[in-house]
């Protein structure tokens, strides 16, 4: 879909044609196509056109009932976008002033700036936080998900200005994947320069830390059970490749051995699975942190050695989302690597907004790191 045409009457917007927003009623339930022929913005609020948006894993979590969502739902938070209009004097994080035209991406969270867990850095817990693709459609924020044609950004949404060279599948990933890599990185509190880094699952999250902390010059081991994805492993920076599957022990011997190792100062997981984290945490050296990352729905119970923690001094941390500062590195990352790593390559077929069903389910079958909508 284009816009044709923007009307302004006041902070008043109206498109044609009308933006189509698709609503998840819930599991087992297909997609319905809500139109929204006006939209009122506030200050500081922003609509955008959207590009393309890609399904995230948790986007599959969510249609196939393994975590809570409040439905109706529009589902949808890693997609990148034209600005249509701006309610008022609105900024991008780097102070640049938006002006309809310019091709951005978001946050996946709206935060107020001003509680105590946005004073301390934690935006992403904000106390008034809302989520783009996770929050009930109420009237006033219809298009409030990625799997639309267009986006309301509310204030407190922090916006990123990226270049019209890379396709869009390179950006659409950054509100999440990406810049939720590079949270977790920083979580792990170490110098990445000649660090040996233990990645445990090869998907896209897992294949972007690993090229990221390879540019930051760490020594990157990735663990996968899937062949194809240790094979692309490699083409995101990783030095070597483990399967996890040969046994616990002879998995850890051999990332250790592929690092020239005892132990991995750092270890980020990213799988979810439980015997992963185990392995991440079972991998670390004296004094290493382990990152969990992809554990974002239930799952097993974990087999943590508790003495192993306390007498090897390791911490073990989790990464949820990011700060806006994360999203600003995550789309300068991928300016200057999109050409030396085949981002691109990671986003599957795309399918017509209509269709988002079918991009459901061919993202849950695991074919493809991502797989494209495209109003």
């Known amino acids: 879909m284009h816009t044709t045409l923007t009307a302004h009457a006041g902070n ?25 022929p006006g939209v009122t913005l506030g200050p500081g609020d922003v609509l955008v056109e959207v590009e393309l948006a890609t399904v995230c894993g948790s986007d599959v979590h969510t249609v196939l009932g393994h975590r809570d969502a409040a439905t109706p739902l529009v589902l949808g938070h890693e997609q990148v976008g034209r600005v249509v209009a701006v309610g008022g004097p609105v900024t991008a994080v780097d102070g640049t002033v938006l002006v309809a035209g310019m091709r951005v991406v978001w946050s996946v969270v709206v935060s107020c700036g001003v509680c105590d867990r946005c004073s301390a850095g934690l935006e992403q817990k904000c ?13 006033g924020w219809e298009l409030s998900g990625g799997f639309a044609t267009h986006v309301e950004l509310l204030e407190g949404t922090a916006i990123v200005i ?7 599948a390179v950006f659409a990933p950054a509100s999440c994947a990406t810049a939720t890599a590079i949270a977790a990185l920083d979580a792990a509190g170490h110098d990445l320069p000649g660090t040996a880094v233990l990645v445990t699952g090869a998907g896209m999250l897992g294949l972007t830390v690993a090229a990221i902390a390879t540019d930051a010059g760490a020594r990157v081991v990735v663990s996968d059970p899937d062949p194809a994805r240790r094979l692309l492993a490699g083409r ?5 490749t483990v399967d996890p599957t040969i046994g616990d022990a002879e998995h850890l011997d051999a990332a250790h051995l592929a690092a020239g190792v005892e132990g991995f100062p750092v270890a980020i997981e990213m799988s979810g699975d439980a015997r992963a984290v185990d392995a ?24 943590i050695d508790a003495e192993r923690i306390v007498r ?9 989302n990011y700060r806006p500062r994360d999203l600003s590195r995550a789309v300068d ?3 200057g690597a999109w050409r030396r790593y085949p981002f691109a390559e990671l986003v599957g077929p795309e399918f017509p907004l209509q269709d988002v069903d079918d991009a459901l389910v061919a993202a849950a079958s695991g074919a493809f790191p991502r797989v494209g909508v495209r109003p």
């Open 12 to 36: 008043d917007v109206f498109i044609r044609p009308s933006p189509i927003a698709m609503v998840w009623q819930g599991p087992g339930h297909p997609h319905q196509a809500m139109a929204v």
């Open 127 to 139: 106390r008034r936080l809302a989520k783009y693709g996770h929050d009930r459609v109420h009237r």
């Open 162 to 168: 990226v270049g019209e060279t890379p396709p869009a």
């Open 236 to 240: 995101f920076g990783a030095i070597a």
């Open 280 to 303: 991440a945490i079972a991998s670390l050296s004296i004094g290493g942190t382990a990152v969990l990352v992809g554990s974002v729905s239930p799952g097993a119970p974990l087999g």
């Open 312 to 320: 090897r001094l390791l911490t073990v941390r989790g990464a949820h």
């Open 333 to 335: 990352f991928l300016t």
